[in-house]
T-cell receptor, first 115, second 115 residues
Framework: GAVVSQHPSRVICKSGTSVKIECRSLDFQATTMFWYRQFPKQSLMLMATSNEGSKATYEQGVEKDKFLINHASLTLSTLTVTSAHPEDSSFYIC???????????FGPGTRLTVL | AQTVTQSQPEMSVQEAETVTLSCTYDTSESDYYLFWYKQPPSRQMILVIRQEAYKQQNATENRFSVNFQKAAKSFSLKISDSQLGDAAMYFCAYRSPSGNTPLVFGKGTRLSVIA
């Protein structure tokens, strides 16, 4: 199957700093990527849909000024957590849609810890 | 909006036995896709099986099979000959026909396999 990578896999930062998470489709082009957040022992919660070359669509309750999403190319979407606070600590997962296969492939996730 | 319900937070099965995980969903769409994903301790999301709503035949992938009841909006996963490596969180998911729409996940079922 297609491969999606995320970088970094783990990040620890101080409160008030910004953190960027990258999501890359390694062997296919993805016009659409999705960003999810997962709290311990809970399900995946959709944060936003990222479309290449256009603004992301955020789910209700997700602060777009805090969680900046950029999908500048067909293989890369980035999520920047701005002015991070401890409550932003979570596991962030991206998925990318492979149009020909009509399937979404998941990255391995990024664990963010804000001190 | 579509919803997915998994009523079993935890299940356990003896090694080599069979277990069935339940999933129901609610939608007004006539065509859609249903999925079961496995999330092991590594937290990498792995597609287990996929079912297109327009197909009457239940999907099967080796030891994994589904019982898709469209009228009842039910989509259960049967795991036969359970193995220790099957221990994981299992998420049922729904997707609208358009591939650019995100997956809607249930809350998950944690499966333990007893040796």
């Amino acid at each position: 199957g297609a491969v999606v990578s995320q970088h970094p896999s783990r990040v620890i930062c101080k409160s008030g700093t910004s953190v960027k998470i990258e999501c890359r489709s390694l062997d296919f082009q993805a016009t659409t990527m999705f960003w999810y957040r997962q709290f311990p022992k809970q399900s995946l919660m959709l944060m936003a849909t990222s479309n290449e070359g256009s603004k992301a669509t955020y789910e209700q309750g997700v602060e777009k000024d805090k969680f900046l999403i950029n999908h500048a190319s067909l293989t890369l979407s980035t999520l920047t957590v701005t002015s991070a606070h401890p409550e932003d600590s979570s596991f962030y997962i991206c998925s990318a849609r492979d149009s020909p296969l009509d399937e979404q492939f998941f990255g391995p996730g990024t664990r963010l810890t804000v001190l | 909006a579509q919803t997915v319900t998994q009523s079993q937070p935890e299940m356990s099965v003896q090694e080599a036995e069979t277990v069935t995980l339940s999933c129901t969903y609610d939608t007004s769409e006539s065509d859609y896709y249903l999925f079961w994903y496995k999330q092991p301790p590594s937290r990498q999301m792995i597609l287990v099986i996929r079912q297109e709503a327009y197909k009457q035949q239940n999907a099967t992938e080796n030891r994994f099979s589904v019982n898709f009841q469209k009228a009842a909006k039910s989509f259960s996963l049967k795991i036969s000959d359970s193995q220790l490596g099957d221990a994981a969180m299992y998420f049922c998911a729904y997707r609208s026909p358009s591939g650019n729409t995100p997956l809607v996940f249930g809350k998950g079922t944690r499966l333990s396999v007893i040796a």
